[in-house]
């Protein structure tokens, strides 16, 4: 029940695509998804974040689908660029009295933007 | 403003020897967890400190133990290191504050490789 379970592995995106990764979770418990994004050698930096009180939120090129009935949230990243070739990591978590509580990552998606 | 930062950036031990690791967490934080990430997966939480207590563990032996100090930096020990224990190690530093609009994100550092052999 404490899995996050991410699809695609990895991906493949010409220059200006649109990318989507997907994330499916159990436990009903999680109002809290946050999307990290992660180059080699680098810790995650965080992308977006979504409560499930809202079934969309967007960020520039970044926007985050979520489905609160199907226990599923999605990424989309609208004219993908090459810079934006890196591991993406969705994660769920529970608000515990105000402060994020632990995150329960996804096994990532490796995105390559080709030129 | 310096974000989350990590000490130190690489580190190279020997199986059953001890190693510590440092984080000071992003100015305005209070709450500091640690995460484990091996080569190709995602982090796994090892534990979660504020006001210089455990407040939430992962599923990691005893093996593994910290310390949050009253600036708010923490550190993670690692004893009888086993050659598995070779891995990213991620400091993620939070604000321990009233919900609402604010999601109390983790920031994470840029990690410590430790390499057991």
């Known amino acids: 029940q404490q899995q996050v379970k991410q699809s695609p592995q990895s991906l493949i995106v010409q220059k200006g695509g649109i990318s989507i990764i997907n994330c499916a979770y159990e436990?009903?418990?999680?109002?809290?998804f946050p999307w990290y994004q992660q180059f080699p050698g680098k810790g995650p930096a965080l992308l977006i974040a979504i409560r499930p009180d809202v079934s969309e939120k967007k960020e520039g090129r970044f926007t985050i689908s979520f489905n609160k009935s199907a226990k599923q949230f999605s990424l989309h990243i609208m004219d993908s660029q090459p810079g934006d070739s890196a591991t993406y990591f969705c994660?769920?978590?529970?608000?515990?009295?105000?402060?994020?509580?632990?995150?329960?990552f996804g096994t990532g998606t490796l995105l390559a933007v080709q030129p | 403003d310096a974000g989350v930062t990590q000490s130190p950036t690489h580190l190279i031990k020997t199986r059953g020897q001890q190693v510590t690791l440092r984080c000071s967490p992003k100015s305005g934080h209070d709450t500091v967890s640690w995460y484990q990430q091996a080569l190709g997966q995602g982090p796994q939480f090892i534990f979660q400190y504020y006001e210089e207590e455990e407040r939430q563990r992962g599923n990691f032996p005893d093996r593994f133990s910290g310390h949050q100090f009253p600036n708010y930096s923490s550190e993670l020990n690692v004893n009888a290191l086993l050659l598995g224990d070779s891995a990213l190690y991620l400091c993620?530093?939070?604000?321990?504050?009233?919900?609402?609009?604010?999601?109390?994100?983790?920031?994470f550092g840029p990690g410590t490789r430790l390499t057991v052999l």
């Open positions: 436990n009903t418990a999680f109002d809290y």
């Open positions: 993620a530093s939070s604000f321990y504050g009233t919900s609402g609009s604010s999601y109390n994100e983790q920031f």
């Open positions: 994660a769920a978590g529970v608000l515990y009295g105000g402060a994020t509580n632990k995150l329960i």
